[in-house]
């Protein structure tokens, strides 16, 4: 009972209700969605499919919320993928032998610190230029496609390294591989956002970046960072698509993630006002969004209405998260309930 | 004035969860004159004018408005009876136009569309009516304060209000700025208008009210005219505490001798223009130097500069003897400095945080982001400051919004305290808290001060100054003038300094 009461305190609750929903319709109208197979020492299965292609969502997820608690946004983070993705592609090269260019490791290394190069140009303009943060990261939002295009040289890099491939479609202790790189990033976060006062300040200067600097911290280096390390997070999911999808497209990689993590951390319960955040919550909602994709796919719905089904849920459960919406609904609940008496 | 009131509110009473914040009061309100409601913190002030104007409905009692009993459920409805409120955060819109101010939501139109040259007219017109003679179609960011305030009045006035309440409209005007609201409050009350006012500055009221109903912990203590009323009395009856306990407090403090010892702060010819003239200063261990002086006077922009926020165009710091170089507020508090800024809400609390995290925000800015308190550590220094501060909230994990503007006020000085800093600058600690919250601080100020640390105190209420400084530097216009010590700090002397300005 204890164990509820603080459940329903948590900010948590509403999410996780919204993912139980989804979950228990698929129970009952989706045959064998929660059926997992064991196949040669790897899980299959639609639950572990939810997990392994929400992974690059649940990643920028991590960055965003931090980059959303400081009262930011980085609406660039799809084109980082890109540029992640068109740096490794290119450092490896297409060999069809699958010889890469230079050590697999370097190589992705050297396109998550592009990536979070990126960020830190993202983080220079928003915290020392002082453009607002939904601007600043339009410019690399637009430029970011370009410059993954300069780097493939306008062509669909596709890679045949299976070593690369790993880190997408990879298989480690029976589960795809990306969940690991997301459950460390997160662990990671976590650590030093609330055993280090970190998150205290991040909150801090979304709450306000005023009141935060007179206190003696230094809000512009907490904006910064913050950014740079919402573009570390894009590199990382970078490289899980390009090994995911075998090749580097400039045009198609990580289109419209952005939004998907951006929607991710809303629902899962951190304000764009800033301030108090949830990175359960952040992963919660990818985790909502991947499931009510999966789903659409199974009912075979229209391509043309799967947008309406997705956007109606989403509606459903923003309107859940509301505590005015939910007290009304009360209210309307108890009056029904006198006029039946 | 008349004989029937035009607004009786009769035994209200009104519970909060865990709370009475009303238990039968009565309230009454005649046309052409103004009535204040005086109390300390919590007392009910602000409850009254909530369920008067419909924020909150009572739980038991009646409000009659002239003959009829009235039941608002909104601020738009009391509005459309005739009651019209402005608060003390003005809830205007600063990039609109003053006559968009005034008139949004019920522009004047013309086939259909906003007929604006109509309502710039009408609006210089209001405004005129208030003796504030602008255009219409200025900004409002562009005004003073003060006459932003008039808009806000202006705005309420414009809906055949038969009652105005004014929230502490004063709390952020400069005395100039107070005289022309007191002309136009004046001029609504000879025209009929029945005012409620809310105030904590004693003065003021004595000014302009006629009347006046005290509250004490949500209980009606009295309703007295004004003239009939002695200073002390109303102090002793929105205390609650005898007089003696009171006046005795508010005799010279320990401090009353200068420090002669080797300065803390040092500060030689700083400046900045447009902001203030160069200046030097010097504050010792265990000294108050008091900063007297108007709205505007520089008070506030010498802290600004010492404490690094603004960068200084000339001059030099030196921190004990040594010459220090600080450029943020970041390396102020690096340098053993504390700022309790003067605009709590906007540069101080953080209304979101816990009282916990608003306490330990400094300390762990300065002890660096990896040098985490742990969990308990932070909880006893948290408890320790709620108790010798006498902290009023539920637990120290209460979001500071959630306290009353006193206690944020603790809150926002246990944050420089657990610091423990060797130069505090507290710029308008007292400004907007009740009388009670008030002696408490500058009784810490003094005890600070008797423990050897160094403390810089502006406040706009000479008493006060008096009261706790060692040494008294008086501002005028940007420029600081005059220093005193010992008996030489008396209120002739700081008017004198502000008036003739030597």
């Known amino acids: 009972m204890q164990f509820f009461l603080t ?59 931090l980059v959303i608690a400081t009262r930011g946004i980085d609406i660039s983070v799809g084109s980082v993928v890109a540029i992640s993705a068109g740096v490794v592609a290119v450092l490896i090269g297409g060999d069809f032998a699958g010889v890469p260019n230079m050590p697999i490791f370097a190589a992705m290394a050297a396109a998550v610190a592009v990536a979070t190069l990126a960020g830190m140009w993202n983080g220079l303009l928003v915290s020392r230029v002082g453009m607002q943060p939904i601007i600043a990261t339009l410019i690399l939002f637009v430029a970011g496609r370009g410059i993954a295009m300069v780097l493939t040289n306008a062509q669909i890099i596709w890679l045949y390294n299976k070593e690369f491939f790993f880190v997408g479609s990879g298989y480690w202790l029976g589960l795809p591989f990306p969940i690991f790189l997301v459950a460390a990033v997160l662990a990671v976060t976590a650590v030093v956002t609330r055993r280090t006062s970190i998150g205290l300040f991040i909150e801090a200067v979304g709450i306000n970046p005023k009141a935060t600097r007179f206190s003696g911290i230094n809000a512009k280096n907490i904006l910064f960072w913050v950014y740079a390390f919402s ?64 789903t659409i796919y199974a009912f075979n719905i229209a391509p043309e209405i799967s947008q309406v089904v997705k956007a109606m849920v989403v509606y459903a459960v923003s309107l859940l998260q509301s505590p005015k919406f939910r007290a009304r609904m009360a209210g309307l609940w108890v009056r029904k309930a006198v006029v039946h008496e | 004035m008349s004989d029937t009131p035009i607004l009786e509110m009769k035994r209200i009473s009104k519970d909060f969860p865990g709370v009475k914040a009303l238990s039968k009061v009565d309230f009454r309100l005649f046309p052409g004159e103004v009535h204040a409601v005086m109390g300390q913190n919590g007392a009910g002030k602000s409850t009254l004018v909530k369920v008067l104007t419909g924020v909150h409905q009572p739980d038991s009692g009646e409000i009659l408005l002239g003959t009829k009993a009235i039941h608002p459920t909104s601020p738009l409805e009391a509005q459309k009876l005739g009651i019209s409120t402005v608060y003390q955060e003005i809830n ?52 003073s304060i003060a006459v932003q305030q008039m808009v806000a009045i202006a705005r309420a006035l414009d809906t055949e209000a038969r009652i105005l309440i004014l ?69 002793t009856r929105m205390l609650g505490k005898e007089l ?64 690094g926020i603004d960068a200084a165009e000339t001059g030099e710091v030196f921190v004990k003897g040594k010459r220090a170089r600080i450029h943020s507020p970041r390396q102020a508090l690096l340098a053993g400095m504390g700022f309790c800024s003067e605009d709590r809400k906007e540069e101080g609390v953080l209304g ?85 919250a008030k002696r408490e601080i500058m009784e810490l100020i003094l005890n600070l001060g008797s423990e050897g640390m160094a403390l810089l105190f502006i406040s706009s209420e000479f008493e006060e100054l008096i009261r706790c400084s060692g040494r008294l530097a008086v501002l005028k216009d940007k420029v600081k003038f005059t220093e005193f010590t010992g008996d030489d700090i008396n209120e002739t002397n700081i008017m004198r300094t502000i008036a003739e300005g030597k």
């Open chain 1, 7 to 65: 459940l329903k305190r948590s900010k948590l609750v509403w999410p996780l209700v919204a993912l139980a929903c989804l979950l228990l319709f698929n129970l009952f109208f989706t045959p064998n969605f929660f059926r997992l197979e064991m196949k040669e020492g790897h899980l299959y299965g639609n639950l572990i499919d939810i997990l392994k292609n929400s992974s690059p969502i649940m990643l920028l997820a991590i960055g965003l919320t």
């Open chain 1, 231 to 294: 573009g570390f997070c894009a590199g990382i999911a970078g490289l899980i698509v390009c090994a995911n999808v075998k090749s580097a497209d400039g045009n198609n990689a990580g289109n419209l993630f952005e939004l998907d993590a951006i929607l991710a951390v809303v629902l899962g319960g951190t304000s764009l006002n800033g301030g108090k955040f949830s990175l359960v919550g952040s992963i919660i909602g990818a985790l909502i969004i991947q499931t009510l994709t999966t």
């Open chain 2, 92 to 143: 205007l819109c600063p990039n609109l136009s003053v006559a968009e101010n005034i008139f949004i939501g019920r522009q004047p139109r013309r086939a259909g569309l906003v007929d604006w040259r109509t309502m710039n007219r009408r609006a210089e017109e209001v405004m005129a009516g208030l003796n504030v003679h602008i255009t219409g179609s200025q900004s409002l960011s562009s005004c």
């Open chain 2, 167 to 235: 929230d502490e409209p004063t709390s952020s005007l400069d005395e100039g700025e107070v005289a022309q609201l007191f002309q136009v409050v004046s001029k609504l009350r000879s025209e009929g208008l029945a005012v409620l006012f809310i105030t904590h500055f004693l003065d003021q009221m004595y000014r302009i009210a006629d009347r006046v109903t005290i509250l004490r912990n949500g209980t009606f203590e009295g309703e007295y005219l004004t003239a009939d009323l002695p200073k002390i009395d109303l102090v």
């Open chain 2, 244 to 307: 003696a306990e009171f006046t005795e407090s508010s005799g010279r403090g320990p401090m009353g001798q200068a420090v002669v010892r080797e300065p803390v702060l040092s500060v030689r010819g700083l400046g900045l223009r447009g902001s203030i003239a160069p200046f030097d200063l010097d504050v010792g261990a265990g000294e108050v130097v008091g900063l007297a002086g108007l709205l505007g006077s520089g008070r506030t922009e010498m802290a600004r500069l010492i404490f």
């Open chain 2, 352 to 436: 979101d945080l816990t009282v916990r995290e608003n306490i330990i925000l400094a300390l762990q800015g300065r002890n660096g982001a990896f040098a985490y308190l742990p969990a308990k550590k932070q909880q006893q220094i948290a408890d320790g400051f709620i108790q010798s501060l006498r902290i009023k909230t539920p637990d120290a994990s209460t979001e500071v919004k959630r306290l009353s503007g006193g206690n944020q006020q603790k809150v926002l000085l246990a944050r420089w305290l657990a610091t423990n800093p060797t130069l505090l600058i507290l710029d308008e600690p007292t400004r907007g808290i009740d009388v009670g």
